[in-house]
């Protein structure tokens, strides 16, 4: 089986970065995901890393270490509109690889 | 339209009554996901279909949950003898083949009364 875990909340200043962590256990392993959903709507796609690194798209990064599987999402620059939850997915290795499992997410509290 | 299209948006049940929603994916997205999401929780996985391949069944919670793909597009999901506890937004999303991003639709917001 597969299981991811995150931070429940997390309380930032407006302005300033705050990191989101993702640690995960997989038999096999394709890659890590964020998804960020706003309250009242759908998740929407923010990253992927499949290799080890960082990841930037803007004021958004995201990093993977496979050896000790671990991610997280970086966010820049934080605004009030970033308020949201924010959930790591993987796929599950069990089927082929395109199953995507969920963490529980991570609700972020932007605050002026 | 362009994104994935889920009907009804929002559905008010009598307790034991029968519910359906439907879910239109992407056009051209062979892999269909429907999850559940209770008020404030994380999101659920009930049932993944992919291609002509037999679907993954695994997410869901009961014998009253079931699901089917016709035609490789277009999904029902039926809760037979609805219960409190189904209460939840109910949220399908697509994919291509071979991509990691799925797409969501809006959700059906299920309440069981």
């Known amino acids: 089986g597969q299981s991811l875990e995150q931070p429940s909340e997390v309380t930032a200043v407006e302005g300033a970065i705050v990191q989101i962590n993702c640690t995960y256990q997989?038999?096999?392993?394709?890659?890590l995901s964020w998804y960020q959903q706003h309250d009242g709507g759908a998740p929407t796609f923010l990253s992927y890393n499949a290799l080890d690194g960082l990841e930037e798209t803007g004021r958004f990064s995201s990093f993977l270490s496979r050896s000790d599987s671990y991610g997280y999402l970086l966010l820049q620059e934080l605004q009030m509109k970033d308020s949201a939850s924010y959930f790591c997915?993987?796929?599950?290795?069990?089927?082929?690889?395109?199953?995507?499992?969920f963490g529980a997410g991570t609700r972020l509290f932007v605050k002026a | 339209g362009a994104g994935v299209s889920q009907s009804p948006s929002n559905k008010v049940t009598e307790k034991g009554k029968d519910v359906e929603l439907r879910c239109d994916p992407i056009?051209?997205?062979?892999?269909l996901y429907w999850y559940r999401q209770s008020l404030g929780q994380g999101l659920e996985f009930l049932i993944y279909?992919?291609?002509?391949?037999?679907?993954?069944k695994s997410g869901l919670p009961s014998d009253r949950f079931s699901a089917e793909r016709t035609g490789g597009s277009v999904s029902t999901l039926t809760i037979q003898r609805t219960q409190q506890e189904d209460s939840a937004v109910y949220l399908c999303?697509?994919?291509?083949?071979?991509?990691?991003?799925?797409?969501f639709g809006e959700g059906s917001w299920l309440t069981v009364v």
């Open positions: 999303a697509s994919s291509p083949d071979s991509s990691n991003t799925i797409y």
């Open positions: 056009s051209g997205h062979t892999a």
């Open positions: 997915a993987v796929k599950d290795p069990n089927t082929g690889g395109f199953k995507t499992i």
């Open positions: 997989t038999s096999g392993f394709y890659g």
């Open positions: 279909f992919q291609g002509n391949s037999a679907p993954d």
